[in-house]
């Protein structure tokens, strides 16, 4: 059996990781022109992290981790308004680490080549299989086209219609960048840090070699991106005080600046034929859900456990049964809970950093986060560990 695997991010390979062991010929093709290193900062648990673990990638990431040891909301002068401690149970459940390094634990575990600055131009399908047309001018038979692309999936366009509205907007933008300064790396230290006011948040942690990592989010009714995502930084953060005006002073301009809307991807259908979207094409639930990297992970190995079951179409529908329900409740979740990481008054504020002080009260920490992280975990382990059928 062959396939052809679009996106060579998370979920990609790590269907890629499964299928080639299970006896598929595998390959990969990856829009971006090399592989994408670092990325922002993820906390990578539940039936995900289980998943990794089985491949045998669990050392692996424990190497690259970071500690995260406490949670802080700063003021416009770098002062604590509100912390959490994380309590050990979260050190022993929670890996800390660059989206990218994640991803590249994965890739380089993967047997099958990717084939980088290529994606698919057009695919005609029949009963039996897939014709596919990549953009370098080359064809492909396949017995499945995967489309792991991305939420702005060019697979999932020529599966189903262009014009329909997959990606929902959630009314704000995300940026992130990595700034090399060991002086403001020293500052922040082995804390999450985060400043907010109404409409915008900054949120920092210090990774090695002197090394931070930036995150920006902002409300945005307005889906279209800026013409100049650095100019537009500047405009809005630029005079927040705290470690924003150096920080910024080292801002990149795109691509080393990464900009985007804040969305999540709704699709009724997961497959037609012998087409079938995976992780962000077609379960985005957002950056500030929280949950994607596990979601990538899990649904790809529901979607290799299904096709090593029997029939291709037939696996397809159980892929979909079992994973489509946990991708809405995660997706409602993150819609409620962007709403407290840039609110948009001080009164929801106030009201965030007084729940942080009372979860700082003495086991208050272990309720708070060991909260998130079990619902997390349930939620995804929820299909997961469903029977098929």
């Not at 994640?102 to 080549?113: M, S, T």
């Not at 596919?132 to 396949?142: I, K, S, Y």
């Not at 272990?366 to 997961?384: M, P, Q, Y």
Request: aromatic content about 8%; glycine content about 10%.
């Amino acid at each position: 059996m062959k396939v052809l695997i679009c996106g060579a991010g998370i979920a990609g390979l790590t269907l890629a990781w499964h299928l080639e062991r299970s006896g598929w010929e595998v390959e990969l093709v990856e829009r971006a022109p090399a592989f994408r290193d670092g990325g922002y900062m993820i906390d990578f648990y539940g039936p995900g992290y289980e998943v990794a673990r089985a491949m045998g990638l669990g050392d692996r990431l424990e190497q690259v981790r970071y500690p995260v040891t406490e949670l802080a909301y700063v003021d416009r002068d770098g002062r604590r308004t509100s912390r959490l401690t994380m309590p050990p149970e979260f050190a022993a459940k929670v890996v800390s680490l660059p989206r990218g390094e994640l991803a590249r634990a994965v890739h380089d575990d993967v047997r099958a080549p990717v084939r980088y600055g290529t994606s698919v131009e057009a695919a005609d399908q029949d009963r039996h299989g897939v014709t596919v047309r990549l953009t370098d001018g080359t064809e492909r038979r396949v017995d499945l086209l995967v489309g792991a692309d991305g939420a702005h999936s060019r697979v999932r366009g020529l599966a189903f219609e262009q014009e329909h509205p997959f990606v929902r907007h959630l009314g704000h933008h995300v940026a992130a960048y990595t700034l090399t300064d060991p002086e403001l790396s020293r500052r922040v230290g082995d804390r999450y840090e985060m400043l907010t006011v109404p409409g915008l948040m900054a949120g920092t942690y210090a990774l090695d070699g002197g090394r931070l990592a930036m995150l920006f989010l902002r409300r945005e009714p307005d889906p279209e991106p800026p013409a100049d995502p650095r100019a537009t930084l500047l405009r809005h953060y630029g005079d927040l005080g705290w470690i924003l005006p150096e920080a910024l002073r080292h801002c990149p301009d795109p691509p080393g600046l990464y900009h985007d809307q804040v969305t999540q991807v709704h699709v009724d259908e997961w497959s037609r034929g012998r087409v079938v979207l995976l992780g962000d094409a077609c379960q985005a639930v957002s950056l500030f859900a929280g949950h994607g990297a596990s979601l990538a992970m899990a649904g790809a190995r529901v979607l290799a456990d299904e096709l090593a079951a029997g029939d291709v179409h037939d696996a397809l529908a159980r892929y979909h049964r079992r994973m489509r329900p946990v991708v809405l409740e995660v997706q409602r979740f993150g819609r409620r809970f962007v709403r407290w990481m840039a609110p948009s008054g001080k009164w929801r504020i106030a009201a965030r950093d007084a729940m942080l002080r009372l979860a700082a009260l003495p086991g208050g920490g272990r309720i708070f986060v060991g909260s998130l992280i079990n619902e997390g975990h349930d939620l995804i382990s929820s299909a997961t560990d469903a029977r098929r059928g």
